[in-house]
């Protein structure tokens, strides 16, 4: 049997997202934590199918368009990957609400988005450009110690910025191109000890370092749920990050925070308090 699926795909800073407008699985109606539910138990060959080898990558982030059940929205959507399915994806909603937009679906102005984790709010400028008020961010614990195989003791903070996040400053390996093979070890390594040590719920490690570009904050490596690498600067991963520099008190609200990540492309965030 065969199954025509229309796609359209895009990249955010270097990382892809696919959407998939027509030929998606029926998932029926109700609150989309429910429709993701459906997606996973009945559905989940279609996810692999659309966004894994031989139609796909491991890389690519998958974005159902779904019809919203909070009226206020403008769209629904479910974000997967090559082994699952993803609260939030920052950089998959700005592919998300640019491929809207390119296909005439929004206008500039706000878009209001549903995803399985909340509301998320995007707004697309004049000149073409989207930013989006994420879903509550914020730190579950700070000082972690893990031990990790092969490396010691490796300290971080776990938060949540959409998706969960063990977050580290680690100064080895280097945080450049050529060391990505080497950083993909100790990620990997990190997130086995976090899962392993009280946190089985952390399925991406995001690794912090010095920026390279003057101006910008900071550089980061990002591990995803799949055991691929993030090459945006991961959305979700600098709320995290920011949520962490609102507990430190290092970062005051409405500051900018510019996230360089592992192949150069930046996000800018800033953060305000939640009532
Ligand atoms: O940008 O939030 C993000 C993201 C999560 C996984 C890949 N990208």
Redesign the pocket.
Known sequence: MTREIEFVDSH?AG?PTRVIFEGGPDLGSGPLPERLERFREDHDALRMATVTEPRGADVL?GALHCEPSDESCDAGVI?F?NVGY?G??????IGFVETLRYLGRVESGVCRVETPVGIVEAKVNDAGAITFDNVVSYRKADRVELNVSGYGSVLGDVAW???WFFLTREPRPKLSFNSIPELLDLTRAIREAVNQQGYPEVD?IEIFGDPIRQGNQSRNF?L??GLEY?R?P?????SAKLACLAADGSLAPGEKWVQEGIIGTSFTGCFQLSE
Do not use: A
């Open positions: 955010t990382e982030v974000f990957n993803l939030m994806c920052g950089q998959g909603l910025g959409g998706n991406h990002v995803c749920p993030d945006s991961c959305g979700t991963g600098t």
